[in-house]
């Protein structure tokens, strides 16, 4: 999803390409999760010739959204709080980062007026 996000429409090709040497799976396994994700309804195909080019439906928050609440459901019984504590016992955050987990506590900690 991030290549289509990041191109707007992309071949499965282009799909492959947009991935990490390191971590890209095989052309065919690319294209497998784009026939996936279309049946589930994130992205949408237009044939362009002999190819099809790939639109995603979803953007990237809503996506991000769905993707922490399944998260939540299935490990952390529902509990934001028990998900925070995890991420901030396991990972390093620069001071950029802590100083913005450290205001949307205060901010969503504050009592409404």
Not at 18 to 47: F, M
């Amino acid at each position: 999803m991030r290549v289509l996000w990041l191109e707007g429409r992309a071949t499965v090709g282009d799909v492959w390409a947009g991935l990490p040497d390191a971590d890209r799976p095989s052309y065919k396994s690319v294209q497998t999760l784009l026939r996936i994700l279309e049946h589930k309804g994130h992205v949408r195909h237009e044939k362009e010739g002999r190819a099809f080019v790939y639109v995603p439906l979803v953007d990237r928050e809503r996506a991000r959204r769905g993707a922490v609440a399944r998260l939540l459901r299935q490990f952390f019984d529902g509990k934001p709080g028990l998900l925070a504590l995890s991420i901030l016992e396991r990972e390093k955050l620069d001071a950029r980062e802590l100083a913005e987990v450290k205001r949307l506590i205060k901010q969503v900690t504050r009592e409404p007026r």
